[in-house]
């Protein structure tokens, strides 16, 4: 079986949906969690053939913090420099930003709920076309488009929300992977975050769970399996 690895930082921001497409299509899946030590050789010596960067609570910046960041980029960078598949998601497309050179730094609001995605031109021809459902935001930071990448969605809260490096590196800065059964470990996870994020309720975000997050679920897999279609060929 080809395998993936999905570094994860928290443990309810897992794969979600993403977890049965790749299973379908003969794909192993294995978690590593991020902070528990030699990261680099853990992923490295399974060589896996993709390599899925979760989200998580804490900036890519915050490297004084979180010293495994640092790991992580230096093990994106690596696999970018050898043209291996690599998605990221939330903080996995900022880690993925700060390999490529680009700058991450705080958005000028927290971005925390559902809502649409502009495509761009580029993003309505790329698998990114396939989400036109409301998506998950849940994000404080944002970035800069790096060098060479190519923009596929935005937001009126945050222009960079898509980009893509070829046909192997995707960076989304939105959920797509969520499962609406799973929403309720998200509201207690980062019940201070919403806590501290003006207009946003739990009730709110559960209300919109409950429209949204089925048809989610079915574009989210015609989206994967589009864009594994052209990262694994």
């Not at 994860?8 to 899946?29: K, M, N």
């Not at 076309?129 to 060479?148: I, R, S």
Request: glycine content about 12%.
């Amino acid at each position: 079986m080809t395998e993936a690895v999905a570094i994860r930082h928290v443990a309810f921001e897992d794969l979600g949906s993403f977890e049965q497409v790749l299973r379908e299509r003969g794909i192993g899946t294995t978690y590593v969690d991020a902070g528990q030590g030699r990261l680099l050789e853990r992923v490295e010596r399974r060589s896996p053939r993709l390599l899925v960067v979760l989200g998580g609570p804490i900036g890519a910046g915050e490297t004084d913090a979180y010293p495994f960041l640092e790991e992580e980029v230096a093990l994106i960078r690596a696999r970018l420099s050898r043209g291996e598949p690599v998605l990221g998601i939330c903080l996995g497309a900022q880690l993925i930003a700060a390999a490529l050179g680009a700058k991450v730094y705080p958005a000028e609001a927290k971005e925390i709920g559902w809502g649409s995605v502009e495509l761009s031109a580029a993003g309505t021809g790329s698998p990114v076309a396939e989400l036109t459902t409301p998506v998950l935001h849940w994000h404080g930071d944002t970035f800069d488009l790096p060098a060479g990448a190519t923009h596929l969605a935005s937001t009126p809260v945050c222009r960079n929300q898509a980009f893509a490096v070829g046909r192997s590196t995707l960076g989304l800065q939105f959920h797509v992977e969520v499962l609406g059964a799973a929403i309720e470990s998200w509201l207690i996870g980062h019940a201070h975050e919403i806590a501290q994020a003006a207009g946003v309720s739990v009730k709110e975000i559960r209300a919109d769970t409950q429209r949204h997050a089925g048809l989610l679920e079915s574009r989210s897999r015609r989206f994967l399996n589009r864009w594994l279609d052209g990262a694994l060929a």
